[in-house]
């Protein structure tokens, strides 16, 4: 099973607003990653946390706040989100550094 | 800068054709080269991967060819079918070192359109 899970599918948020995304796998894989998607766009690094530490931080913005709770659990806090920041927010995980990457299928979030 | 370079950015190709896409990177510290397959809505789903340790690599249709001097790999769908029809990524990653895991770097994609 190479299931990632990822709630809610879509989102939609006003710019005050405090959401959180969730990432979730029972794989025992010990990296885990955030990416943001935009619409014909690659997929761009956010976050990586390795053995739940972060490992890197792509330069993003502080209003997008990662937080591992533990090894099969990753969470995206968001905070006074801008219109800009509306795309498809993928979460991956890997057994470790260097080993295949497996996406959950994303949710979508609308910033208004 | 741009570390994977894909091409081309579309590509129609009638049924049971071959598809060919190709990659491009710069960073010779990339040690692992993954193709994603994405429907629109979707997550990117793992086709294939290879490291540059082989030249070659096939998993029923797919086919990853790499060649480390040139700095460039390419995949090949072989009796390419409608149900292909989607966005193709290629990637890049690299080991790290004291337990970290790198991210992917990817290519700009290829729209895939393959003609009943």
């Known amino acids: 099973d190479t299931e990632v899970t990822q709630t809610p599918k879509h989102l939609v948020m006003g710019m005050t607003n405090k959401k959180s995304l969730k990432c979730e796998q029972h794989?025992?894989?010990?990296?885990m990653y955030w990416y943001k998607q935009k619409a014909k766009k690659p997929p761009e690094l956010m976050f990586v946390y390795s053995y739940e530490k972060l490992s890197i931080n792509e330069s993003v913005p502080s209003r997008f706040s990662p937080e591992c709770p533990n090894s099969s659990l990753l969470n995206l806090h968001l905070h006074a989100l801008q219109p800009e920041d509306s795309a498809l927010y993928l979460c991956?995980?890997?057994?470790?550094?260097?080993?295949?990457?497996?996406f959950g299928p994303g949710t979508r979030l609308t910033v208004l | 800068q741009q570390q994977v370079k894909q091409s081309p950015q579309s590509l129609i190709v009638q049924k049971g054709g071959i598809s060919i896409i190709n990659c491009a990177y710069e960073?010779?510290?990339?040690?692992?080269f993954p193709w994603y397959q994405q429907f629109p809505g979707k997550g990117p789903a793992l086709l294939i991967a290879?490291?540059?340790?082989?030249s070659e690599k096939k998993e029923g249709r797919f086919t990853i060819s790499f060649n480390k001097s040139a700095k460039q790999f390419s995949l090949h769908i072989m009796d390419s079918q409608p149900g292909d029809s989607a966005t193709y990524f290629c990637a890049a990653s690299k080991e790290v070192s004291g337990g970290g895991a790198d991210g992917l770097t990817f290519g700009k994609g290829t729209h895939l359109i393959i003609q009943p």
């Open positions: 991956a995980s890997s057994l470790q550094g260097g080993y295949t990457q497996y």
């Open positions: 960073n010779t510290a990339f040690d692992y």
């Open positions: 290879i490291r540059p340790d082989v």
């Open positions: 794989m025992g894989h010990r990296a």
